[in-house]
């Protein structure tokens, strides 16, 4: 299980920089004006794990296979979006698809790149953007409940469920909030995320700084920092011009670079691990002479469930899973010296998986 992620913004925020860095492509066109990148680009980048490269050293494996993070680039959004200006519809359309949104906020002053609302202020652009996806909120909340007016008058649960839902999204979005504000009970779970609205999104705001403010932003950044943190969102500074030259070059001279730049490491990482902080997502390992992988689940996660991420045979037939601490497994040096310690622990259904976990499963075909 990877996660999606959208990229969005407003025109010229640099966006398209930070995607074509991310995934090392080309593909989204970075241009001053608005609308360059028309259809949603998707990249595929691997989650950089250096446990992962720690226990294939360990066990000698032949193959390293990291898991992926899926980034979606998605054209600029505008004011008015939610009534169609720009190509707000299918910007709308693309958003509903992630998992998660990544607002990249302009937080660099540079009089050769317009922008849109011809100022720099970081936080009203993230207002015009929450605003944008409330309004269609508030649109598609008023659609629904009209067409299923005829259901819960006949008593349908189902209905019945929706219409609160959507009843308290909709007092929410009317009090000027976003959706995600709004406290659902577990057995709502699976249903309010059915209504699939823009706003419960979990958000994660990227402050695109100027190369000499990427290692302690600035006074737009420390703006956008407040807001995040009055919000409960996060935030991550990333200059996306430094992260575009990273990925140009070799590894070892990327880390010169970084070191140049007063960085400890590359953007892409620190926007990961906020990423998978923001879904509450964690990593577990399987560990051999001819792979060493790592799988991504989210919190909580059973290991049935984990096993069923490899294989839906492995779920089904599940009879337990060989578990050794990632610290263990590291410390004795191996599986075999890490069994012969009383490290490698025999866990059934109901254990959750922790975060690092070295496993191995058993299962009935």
């Not at 407003?10 to 259809?39: D, H, M, W, Y």
């Not at 960085?263 to 990961?272: H, N, S, Y």
């Not at 622990?345 to 070295?358: F, L, T, W």
Request: charged residues 25%.
């Amino acid at each position: 299980m990877g996660f999606k992620m959208g990229i969005v913004g407003l025109p010229n925020v640099g966006k398209s920089t930070l995607f074509n860095a991310l995934t090392r492509t080309a593909a989204a066109q970075a241009a001053n004006f608005p609308f360059c990148t028309i259809e949603p680009n998707v990249g595929d980048v691997a989650v950089p794990d250096e446990r992962l490269d720690t226990l294939a050293a360990i066990a000698k494996s032949k193959q390293i296979i990291p898991t992926r993070m899926t980034f979606v680039d998605i054209a600029g959004l505008v004011k008015g979006a939610s009534k169609g200006e720009g190509l707000g519809n299918q910007f709308l359309a693309n958003i509903r698809e992630v998992d998660a949104i990544a607002h990249v906020l302009r937080c660099f002053e540079d009089g050769d790149v317009t922008h849109v609302e011809g100022r720099v202020d970081p936080v009203a652009d993230a207002e015009t953007i929450e605003t944008e996806l409330m309004l269609a909120d508030l649109e598609s909340i008023e659609k629904r409940l009209q067409n299923i007016v005829r259901k819960v008058r006949g008593g349908d649960k189902e209905a019945v469920q929706q219409e609160r839902l959507m009843q308290a999204a909709k007092a929410a979005l009317e009090d000027g909030k976003p959706a995600r504000v709004v406290e659902v009970d577990a057995e709502d779970a699976k249903a309010w995320k059915m209504l699939q609205l823009l706003t419960t999104k979990p958000v994660l705001y990227v402050c695109n700084v100027s190369e000499g403010d990427a290692a302690e932003g600035n006074e737009h950044s420390a703006r956008v920092a407040e807001m995040a943190a009055e919000q409960g969102n996060s935030h991550v500074i990333i200059s996306a011009q430094i992260e575009e030259e990273i990925s140009q070059l070799e590894a070892d001279e990327a880390e010169m670079f970084l070191g140049e730049m007063g960085l400890e490491e590359a953007g892409l990482d620190r926007l990961i691990r906020a990423g998978y902080a923001l879904l509450h997502l964690e990593t577990y390992f399987t560990v051999g002479p001819k792979e060493a992988r790592a799988w991504t689940i989210a919190q909580g996660t059973s290991a049935p469930k984990a096993a069923g991420v490899i294989h839906g045979d492995f779920e089904k037939g599940f009879i337990r899973a060989e578990t050794i601490a990632y610290d263990d497994y590291v410390a004795l040096g191996g599986e075999q010296p890490a069994k012969e310690a009383g490290k490698m622990r025999a866990e059934g259904k109901g254990y959750i998986v922790q975060d690092g976990d070295v496993m191995h499963f058993l299962f009935n075909t």
